[in-house]
């Protein structure tokens, strides 16, 4: 998972990529990287760690122009350790390319073997977004074949593009000179919207909140398998280039990786989290009577508002009992697990008040390793809880994604293999409550008659795109960025909640 944008303008658009960035910093901190261009030449700076950090002064008076990307990095295959692995990725021909990926291609391993033996191009790193980059810019060059760059040759070489690649790519480029295009896979599971200004800029972002938190009305999203391109005097030309196209989009964005006021293939974030915690009341009252349970109280930050939803339902009383402490260093960064237990600690703080004497509900958005479920749980006794019970939103998380989620292998995922209540006596909570698979995709694709189906892949084990086998998820966890400088596994992105807050 990574956030990307894009804008075409009739003024300076550093500041206002830097400003998006922010907006979408949720979706990646490991490194950022932003691409201007003026007269034909790109301006390029990137470099690992947050937006914030990335980009000094000196650093946005060197990107001039009036078109450019940028990308947040969150890695999940290739070296996260590598600033060469930052995006955006650069090739000078056709034309002279930049381009920035959020998504995971499945077939990676093979199309860099073709790149070498068939398109005669050269990769310099292990990331997929390079191995993207390289196979659309070979296509861009066999569509013009030397002649002038028009439109209908783009579309031509996305549509290549669609025919060797699978997996998951939404994807914003510029062509030196000509314009900035935009184009998801023919499964849209990455997001990708777009929108405009009142003084005619166009943007192109993973998600809606960055549209609207810098002055954009959100005109429309990018369509599975179409490309929109945008010359540089802000013309928009769009076409379907995938034979096959279906809205299959992830639906652990809407659980737990966009930000609730983003707005994804016309679904309110925040309302599926509603409608998630409606349909989990459901599933609490079967399991644990509401008379049994004194307050619910969420695991800050996304599932707020299903734990809110939930507790009017069941006429609870709905408390804040954990205060997080944002100025702690990032849990998912710390050398295994002992250090990570410590970090829960230092980073989530109890008032005992509302956990003393009490029968407790804890809701989280999912449930992931377990090892940060259970050393809450454990803080809710120490603060004098009677009884914790716990309950997601999501259900069991039990298959690995290999559509750009640093998920688990399956050995890794507490509840691979186990029922319920194995699952229960490892957390050490009372009483386990999981969301059911059918009723998160009902509640959620409720909000949109136009999906045909979801990206469930990481709680029913279906990969949309048709091509994974069990060797395959053996070979895509091979290139997991799972392993620190000191050889430490436990650093997946998931293991804490919430890492939506910075």
Not at 168 to 183: E, K, M, R
Not at 185 to 204: E, F, K, Y
Not at 240 to 261: G, H, S, T
Not at 417 to 437: F, M, N, P, S
């Amino acid at each position: 998972m990574c956030g990307i944008v894009g804008v075409v303008s009739n003024a300076p658009v550093n500041q206002l990529i830097y400003d998006a960035l922010l907006l979408l910093q949720h979706r990646g901190q490991d490194a950022a990287g932003i691409v201007t261009q003026q007269e034909r030449k790109f301006f390029m700076h990137k470099a690992k760690g947050m937006v914030r950090d990335v980009f000094r002064t000196r650093n946005m008076r060197a990107l001039p122009g009036d078109v450019g990307l940028g990308q947040v990095r969150y890695p999940t295959a290739g070296n996260a350790y590598s600033e060469e692995e930052a995006q955006p990725f650069y090739v000078n021909a056709p034309f002279g390319i930049v381009l920035v990926h959020n998504g995971n291609l499945t077939n990676a391993k093979a199309l860099r073997s073709e790149l070498f033996s068939t398109d005669h191009r050269h990769t310099n790193t292990d990331s997929d977004s390079e191995v993207l980059l390289n196979v659309f810019a070979h296509e861009l060059e066999r569509a013009t074949r030397g002649l002038p760059l028009q439109s209908e040759e783009v579309f031509a070489a996305v549509r290549a593009v669609h025919k060797r690649v699978k997996g998951s790519y939404a994807v914003i480029a510029l062509i030196a000179g000509h314009g900035l295009l935009a184009f998801r896979d023919p499964h849209g599971i990455r997001p990708l919207a777009m929108g405009r200004s009142a003084d005619g800029t166009v943007m192109v972002a993973s998600e809606s909140v960055a549209l609207e938190g810098t002055g954009h009305v959100f005109e429309r999203n990018i369509n599975p398998g179409e490309a929109v391109f945008i010359d540089l005097k802000g013309q928009i030309h769009s076409q379907q280039c995938a034979e096959n196209p279906k809205l299959n989009p992830c639906i652990f964005e809407f659980v737990y990786l966009a930000r609730p006021d983003s707005v994804l293939d016309n679904i309110s974030v925040y309302q599926a989290r509603l409608n998630l915690g409606e349909t989990l009341a459901k599933r609490v009252v079967s399991t644990v009577p509401p008379n049994e349970i004194d307050v619910v109280i969420p695991i800050p930050e996304s599932s707020r508002p299903s734990a809110t939803q939930l507790a009017h339902l069941l006429g609870l009383p709905y408390r804040e009992g954990f205060v997080k402490n944002r100025y702690v260093g990032r849990t998912f960064i710390m050398p295994g697990q002992g250090v990570r237990k410590k970090s829960v600690r230092q980073k989530l703080n109890v008032i005992a008040s509302e956990f003393k004497g009490r029968n407790v509900l804890l809701v989280d958005d999912s449930i992931v390793r377990g090892t940060t479920s259970r050393e809450i749980v454990q803080m809710a006794r120490d603060a004098g809880a009677n009884k914790v019970y716990m309950a997601s939103a999501a259900p069991p998380v039990r298959y690995p994604n290999v559509y750009g989620i640093d998920m688990p292998t399956s050995t890794e995922l507490v509840a691979h293999g186990r029922t319920v209540e194995e699952v229960r006596q490892i957390i050490g909570c009372d009483a386990l409550i999981y969301q059911d698979v059918d009723a998160m995709k009902a509640a959620i694709g409720s909000l949109n008659s136009g999906i045909t189906g979801f990206d469930a892949s990481c709680f029913d084990g279906v990969y949309v795109t048709g091509d994974i086998t069990s060797d395959d998820i053996v070979r895509l966890n091979e290139n997991r960025v799972g392993q620190d400088e000191a050889g430490d596994t436990d650093t997946s992105r998931l293991a804490l909640p919430n890492a939506q807050e910075a």
